[in-house]
Nanobody
Framework: VQLQASGGGLVQTGDSLRLSCAPSRPILSSWHVGWFRQAPGKERQFVAAISWREGNTQYTDSVKGRFKISRDNGENMVYLRMDSLKPEDTAVYYC????????????????????WGQGTLVTVSS
């Protein structure tokens, strides 16, 4: 599965962005899709994940209430709506797919995800 992330850019504190993730093939109902980010000089960090069938979501604490992950099953797309952006949100954002056969709880560990996109840069100026 190839993943194309887009929608990044340069914004100011408090602005909003919507990132998109376009998989190269249909996402199966048992799979999960996650968003991760990596700031300069820092380790990759989990941001959010969604289960394709149920639409269950999970977020890292620092983005709860500001970010929303969603999916469009018909369009086979995943989105990350980011509101009230802060300078500390500056990072390259990656989407990733976790291939599963059975219903499984969402996970934040990047090592559990099987395919990764190339990333899109989000820069939030103060």
């Amino acid at each position: 599965v190839q993943l194309q992330a887009s929608g990044g850019g340069l914004v100011q504190t408090g602005d909003s962005l919507r990132l998109s993730c376009a998989p190269s093939r249909p996402i199966l109902s048992s799979w999960h899709v996650g968003w991760f980010r990596q700031a300069p000089g820092k380790e990759r960090q989990f941001v959010a994940a969604i289960s394709w069938r149920e639409g269950n979501t999970q977020y890292t604490d620092s983005v709860k209430g500001r970010f929303k992950i969603s999916r469009d099953n018909g369009e086979n797309m995943v989105y990350l709506r980011m509101d009230s952006l802060k300078p500390e949100d500056t990072a390259v954002y990656y989407c990733a797919v976790r291939q599963l056969r059975n219903r499984t709880p969402l996970a934040a560990a990047g090592s559990l995800y099987d395919f990764w996109g190339q990333g899109t840069l989000v820069t939030v100026s103060s």
